[in-house]
């Protein structure tokens, strides 16, 4: 189709100007000609001069400094003037208050120019009373001020110096402010008139706004089977809020291939107006990395620069690794000096990667100045630094990221143009103007040329398209809410003649742009939700003349599609690999417990180390607070041993050997982190951990007579064909009425939490640890009984939990008076109300002490089971409750909602995890 009216081809040919609304606009618009003058065979020809206002003014002040005499004004950069704008903000606002400051540096740039622009008179702003209007009246001066010590001018305060020898060309429907206009009227530019508006327009109501973008990638798609030389336009008025939506709709339709493989950036669409600098994750990771070196960051970010794809060293895996460590070290926050004295500490499997890292942070830090620099210094340093750092990596970068390099070394240039402007500041503050400066820069890669172009511009479109589609024209949205300035008084804004002040001006705006619309496109589409966040919405009066446009069946995303259009073969896949019976079984009692909890969890984490990411927490890890306090306690008891000891010790005694006892165990577990950010952690940890021992001695002191024979005991057990190891915490040896004969003895496994359920009422157990040390201790005694050496009978099975200044046992045993609060299987069987879905433990037997041994044989037959299970590779997703799924990491690998797994509804009562037993 032609794309051009007659008029405006012939004066771009003849090599005159044209204005239109916006960058983008006119990038479109040369486009076009391009297309034009291919189509009527040219092989070359000149560029038209298609440009906004702004630009076209500029250029004309510079040739006339270049052709004329020499200026005593000269024009103030763009740069320039937001580096003004950023000083003003920041004396006007408080340091704290760091959000105002970029908020207010950025409202005080568009409402400056918004004077000039529409010729508000500065004086009327003065005598205004609203803080806001007296906030800009302040600014204005100091602005004014400092643009006189710099002998320059916005170029906007110029323009009625510039004379031109041919005016350029501008639609009728271009609404410009004030300033330019009589600009262009004195210079006699002129005006062209749109075509007749002749296309059709329909209407299309959709339920949502995500039901609304895949009907428009739809018909994209749809368009561009039919005609594929289509040239699409598809206009958002809140493109803003709606554009990740619109984005994924687009690209998952269009191009679903690429959400298979790895991004580059490319895009069979293009969005007017790019995205900020700052955005991009090449300029993302450089800006990190000059945040790094200058001060403490949250630990998420680091995590984040760590796992970003522009290091030079180490490998992605290796950085991964690295991540994954740094995250049991506690820091909240890291700067370049607390990651290198980290990364030091690191362990001997990390040595390499972590001495790589610190070379490269080292160096990096070693490239930026010290002091108050200039920010001309400063870009040179920082370009140092991100060198030394690795960025932007080995690997070849896209086209897209290469662009992206090159306008970011571009923004450097403008960073140290702005120096005299912006004077000398601490590295610290250069790093953060650096980063606003770039989050203030759109920039787009230059791309293939694309059929279709996203847009939020009212602005006419000047050339003509095969189909326009605008999005969002409910009655919420259009015509657009008025929106003035909110430094500049409302009334004066309207007075100036500013149409986004007042609604009536807006729906002038909406009015005539839907009027160019129609003059450029034979077929014009307007769309609605009928629901926004949730709430009703009708469609704009704007467009209740439009005929209906018949429903579009939109396609189905692309996660959907991959999973209902091929028919699948279902695959019974509950089996992983069978353990190597060579080998050792790894993480001991660990195996059994996330085998009875989820086959499929165990298998993933043992077998997969598909092991959850860990988030740093303040103060000591709490694997190594675990550690210290199994080392005080096996101290404690190896210098104490006997009950009748115990007995013995004033509470003085106690005290001291307890205390005794915690700093020596924090000898065997040392380093515990930072020693200087874990300080005051330690003394209160060391604290908490004597009041524990004492709380504990308390307790056993109540116990009927015992003897401590072993502490941290090691065992290996072949169970089900599996060699496994164990550590039992202490082992008793039980005497007096808790013992129903001279070798009974209890396991105890110390623990840190609070007491919840015992579990081993039911045929499927829930933490099963001291029911497989029995198992293992009791393959023990029998080799020792083979060997002459007679062993003791478990007849006490008990947690000791230490938690918050309390001890408390909990567990089963074969008499009622083996431990504190510890009773036999039969009498928690009664005392038990709970109903689950796993049928109750049968005891057999005639007395308490043959349930009890009969109730020791069929957990160690469950024990079996659950290692036979785990060697062979059982993986069935089969979760004990409920309550395991609620917080697993796992849920994306297991699929268990996809799978339409359910549990009994008897599964509600397994999620309380208190047992009658622990009253």
């Not at 561009?224 to 687009?250: G, H, N, T, V, Y």
């Not at 309390?806 to 609060?821: C, E, I, Q």
């Amino acid at each position: 189709m032609k794309r051009f009216p007659g008029d405006i081809y012939r004066s771009l040919e003849a090599g005159e100007a044209l204005i239109v609304g916006t960058a983008q606009r006119a990038a479109a618009v040369r486009s076009a000609y391009g297309e034009a003058q291919i189509a009527a065979g040219a092989g070359v020809w000149e560029t038209p001069q298609v440009t906004t206002f702004q630009q076209w003014a500029n250029s004309a002040l510079v040739t006339a400094a270049q052709c004329g005499p020499q200026q005593v004004v000269r024009v103030l950069s763009g740069r320039e003037e937001w580096a003004l704008c950023r000083s003003i903000a920041a004396e006007l606002v408080p340091s704290h208050e760091y959000l105002t400051q970029r908020a207010l540096a950025a409202q005080l740039r568009s409402a400056l120019r918004l004077v000039d622009e529409w010729q508000i008179d500065p004086a009327r702003i003065r005598s205004s009373t609203a803080p806001e209007a007296q906030l800009l009246s302040t600014a204005m001066v100091s602005f004014e001020q400092r643009c006189v010590a710099l002998g320059a001018r916005p170029s906007r305060q110029l323009w009625a110096t510039l004379a031109v020898a041919s005016p350029p060309l501008i639609p009728t429907t271009l609404i410009l402010p004030t300033a330019q206009r009589r600009v262009l009227e004195r210079l006699g530019a002129k005006i062209v008139d749109p075509p007749v508006a002749l296309g059709q327009a329909q209407f299309l109501a959709c339920q949502s706004v995500e039901t609304e973008c895949s009907a428009i990638a739809t018909w994209c798609k749809t368009r561009l089977q039919q005609q594929p030389r289509s040239r699409l336009l598809l206009i958002a008025p809140d493109l803003a809020s709606r554009r990740a939506e619109l984005e994924r709709s687009l690209s998952q339709t269009l191009e679903p291939s690429r959400w298979l493989g790895q991004d580059d950036g490319s895009r069979a669409y293009a969005v007017e107006g790019g995205r900020p600098l700052a955005d991009f994750a090449l300029v993302r990771h450089a800006l990190t990395t000059l945040a790094l070196l200058t001060r403490p960051l949250p630990f998420a970010d680091v995590s984040s620069w760590l796992q970003a794809a522009f290091h030079h060293m180490p490998g992605d895996e290796h950085r991964a690794t690295l991540d994954s460590w740094l995250r049991r070290q506690g820091r909240l926050e890291l700067g370049a000096p607390s990651l290198l004295a980290c990364l030091a500490r690191a362990p001997t499997v990390l040595t390499i990667s972590a001495n790589a890292m610190a070379d490269q942070l080292t160096r990096a830090l070693g490239k930026l100045s010290s002091g108050k620099r200039s920010t001309r210094e400063w870009a040179q340093s920082f370009s140092g630094a991100l060198e030394a750092s690795g960025w932007p990596g080995e690997r070849v970068l896209s086209s897209v990221e290469q662009q992206t390099r090159r306008r970011w070394n571009e923004l450097l240039v403008e960073f140290a143009s702005v120096a005299s402007s912006l004077g000398a500041m601490q590295a610290v503050q250069a790093a953060d103007c650096i980063g606003e400066l770039a989050a203030d820069v759109r920039f787009d890669a230059a791309s293939a040329d694309v059929p279709i172009v996203v847009t939020d511009s009212f602005e006419p479109p000047v050339v003509r398209y095969d189909a326009i589609w605008v999005m969002g024209l409910d009655s919420g949205n259009w015509p657009p809410p008025p929106s003035p300035h909110v430094l500049v008084p409302t009334r004066l804004q309207i007075e100036a003649g500013i149409p986004t002040a007042s609604a009536a001006g807006q729906r002038a705006l909406a009015e005539r742009a839907m009027q160019d619309w129609r003059a450029s496109t034979d077929w014009l589409v307007g769309s609605a939700p009928l629901t926004r966040d949730d709430a009703e919405m009708q469609p704009s009066v704007l467009v209740s003349g439009w005929t209906k446009l018949p429903d579009l069946i939109a396609e189905q995303d692309l996660a959907t599609q991959m999973r209902g259009a091929p028919a699948f073969n279902y695959l019974d896949d509950s089996y992983g690999s069978a353990w190597p019976s060579a080998e050792p079984v790894r993480r001991g009692v660990a195996v059994f417990d996330l085998q009875t909890r989820c086959p499929f969890k165990a298998y993933a984490e043992l077998r997969l180390t598909a092991d959850p990411l860990e988030l740093p927490e303040p103060g000591i890890d709490a694997r190594k607070r675990g550690s210290w306090l199994h080392s005080a306690l096996e101290i404690f008891w190896q210098g104490t041993q006997t009950h009748a000891a115990l007995l013995a010790l004033s509470d003085e005694d106690l005290q001291e050997r307890a205390q005794r006892a915690v700093i020596s165990g924090l000898r065997k577990v040392e380093p515990l982190g930072d020693a200087d950010l874990l300080a005051r952690s330690v003394g209160r940890e060391r604290e908490r951990l004597v009041q524990l021992l004492l709380a504990c001695a308390e307790l056993d002191r109540g116990r009927e007579p015992f003897t401590v024979v072993a502490t941290e005991r090691q065992f290996e057990a072949q169970i089900a064909g599996g060699r496994f190891r164990f550590k039992v915490d202490r082992i008793d040896q039980l005497a007096g009425a808790a013992a129903a004969t001279v070798s009974d003895i209890a396991l105890i496994d110390y623990k840190s939490g609070k007491p919840g359920g015992i579990g081993w009422l039911e045929a499927r157990v829930r933490e099963p640890q001291l029911l497989v040390y029995s198992l293992a201790y009791d393959q023990w005694a029998q080799e020792q009984s083979a060997a002459t050496q007679p062993a003791g009978r478990v007849a006490a099975l008990a947690r000791l939990h230490l938690t918050r200044g309390v001890a408390k046992y909990l567990g089963l045993s074969g008499t009622d008076s083996a431990l504190p609060n510890v009773t036999t299987p039969d009498v928690a069987l009664k005392r038990s109300r709970r109903s689950t879905r796993y049928a109750s433990l049968e005891l057999t037997g005639e007395t308490p002490s043959e349930r009890w041994d009969g109730a020791v044989q069929r957990w160690h037959g469950i024990v079996t089971n659950l290692a036979d299970d785990y060697l062979n590779g059982v993986a069935i997703v089969d979760p004990f409750n409920r309550q395991e799924c609620q917080y697993c990491h796992l849920k994306t690998l297991c699929r268990r909602a996809e799978l339409a797994l359910r549990l009994d509804a008897d599964d509600d009562s397994d999620d309380d995890d208190s047992e009658d037993n622990d009253s």
